[in-house]
């Protein structure tokens, strides 16, 4: 199981970060990404990481901006966000894959969501 956490209200400019714990198994051998979900907007792709951490890649939206890391002895995945955008509001979820994918459908694993609301 995955458990998102650490979402909230903050005003524009403002940081929050995302965790994404794993629980039942290890997830070492998995990729991690990150997807938002904003009101009336399809599931979109935020950033995922390698299970060796070695590998990144981040939608166009968030470089520069978001950075996505992982703890594998915590066995939990991070998404540090900076300089948030009213745009970026939207629930955040977690998922595990076995490969760096940008599609959704190819995770195994989703975490339940975690609400981000950026104010400006």
């Known amino acids: 199981q995955l458990q998102a956490s650490g979402g909230g209200l903050v005003q524009a400019g403002g940081s929050l970060r995302l965790s994404c714990a794993a629980s039942g198994r290890t997830f070492s051998s998995y990729a991690m990404g990150w997807f938002r979900q904003a009101p009336g907007k399809e599931r979109e792709f935020v950033a995922v990481?390698?299970?060796?951490?070695?590998?990144?890649y981040y939608a166009d939206s968030v470089k520069g901006r978001f950075t996505i890391s992982r703890d594998v002895a915590k066995n939990t995945a991070y998404l540090q966000m900076n300089s948030l955008k009213p745009e970026d509001t939207a629930v955040y979820f977690c998922?595990?894959?076995?490969?760096?994918?940008?599609?959704?459908?190819?995770?195994?694993?989703w975490g339940q969501g975690t609400q981000v609301t950026v104010s400006s």
């Open positions: 990481i390698s299970w060796s951490g070695g590998v990144t």
């Open positions: 998922a595990a894959g076995t490969g760096v994918y940008y599609s959704g459908s190819s995770y195994n694993y």
